[in-house]
Structure formats: structure tokens, C-alpha cells
């Protein structure tokens, strides 16, 4: 693995509780070392709504920053249980979580044919990351991921 490649991004709330484990998830499934964590209160709804163009705008920017400096290639956007900052359910917040937004920055930063990798995921109750899924029907869950652990 070359030196740029190291990297990977979350983008999620500021709540504490749940940077580790999101930390921890992408460094096991994408071999990075790093991981930069762009966090806002509620950072879901604000990507969401797309009206407060100051904070989209840091958001933005903080890409550029982990893409373009850092190399990174896998965004996670991740909403979690019993957010201050995005107080509603979570069915609400599956649906909320705005992956078109994030891929849009990424084309509007010239980012679009890097190949960057995004994933959406639900951090809940034990503040675990569950991948988030859309099943054919449309119908939105997420899934506890799973990891293999490999001998050293
Ligand atoms: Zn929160």
C-alpha cells in the first residue's frame, strides 16, 4: 500500500461515544491507518436539509482536506442513536442519511473519478456501527458488521 492511501473519512456527529468504534470499523475494513473524523451536532440533518451554507461549506472544506491531501478513498456517513443535534427516530434518520449530498461535494470538489467509496451506517444503542442497507422493496435497515479476525 503506497503512502496516500493511508487515510479514510467519517463524517458524523460530535458525540464522543461513537468516534471510536466508527475509528475503529474503517481502519479494519479498509486497511487505512487513519482515519479523519469531520464532525458536526447533527451533521446527518445539516447534509440532509442543505440550508446552512456556512457549515456546508466547512464540511466541504474538510473534504478537500482528507481527499485531496490526505488521499483518502472511503467516506463513511454515519447517523447514531439518541442524537442531540438530530433529535428524531432513527427509520427517520436511515432516511435522512445523504449520501447524494456527500457525492455531490465530492463532483463539485473534482473529486468524481477517484473512485471514492462512500457508505452509510447506523451507530446504535451499544454504539456500534451497523452497515446501512436498501433492500429492493425500498424498504431502509442496517446490519451489524462483522469482522474475521485474522491471525498476525
Ligand atoms: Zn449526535
Not at 457508505?119 to 422493496?137: K, Q
Request: proline share 6%; hydrophobic share 40%; with cysteine.
Amino acid at each position: 500500500m503506497d503512502g496516500l492511501k493511508t487515510y479514510a473519512t467519517a463524517i458524523l456527529c460530535m458525540d464522543g461515544a461513537y468516534t471510536g468504534g466508527v475509528r475503529k470499523n474503517m481502519k479494519r475494513r479498509y486497511g487505512v491507518e487513519y482515519v479523519d473524523i469531520i464532525p458536526q451536532p447533527g451533521i446527518v440533518k445539516i447534509l440532509a436539509e442543505s440550508i446552512n451554507l456556512p457549515r456546508l461549506e466547512l464540511i466541504k472544506e474538510m473534504i478537500n482536506i482528507s481527499v485531496g491531501g490526505h488521499g483518502s478513498r472511503a467516506i463513511a456517513i454515519a447517523a447514531h442513536h439518541n442524537c442531540l443535534g438530530n433529535p428524531i427516530p432513527k427509520e427517520k434518520q436511515l432516511k435522512q442519511l445523504p449520501r447524494k449530498t456527500v457525492e455531490k461535494m465530492i463532483k463539485d470538489l473534482g473529486f468524481d473519478q477517484l473512485g471514492i467509496k462512500t457508505t452509510l451506517l447506523w451507530l446504535n444503542e451499544c454504539h456500534l456501527p451497523e452497515e446501512v442497507h436498501i433492500s429492493p422493496n425500498g424498504r431502509i435497515f442496517s446490519r451489524e458488521l462483522v469482522f474475521i479476525e485474522k491471525p498476525d
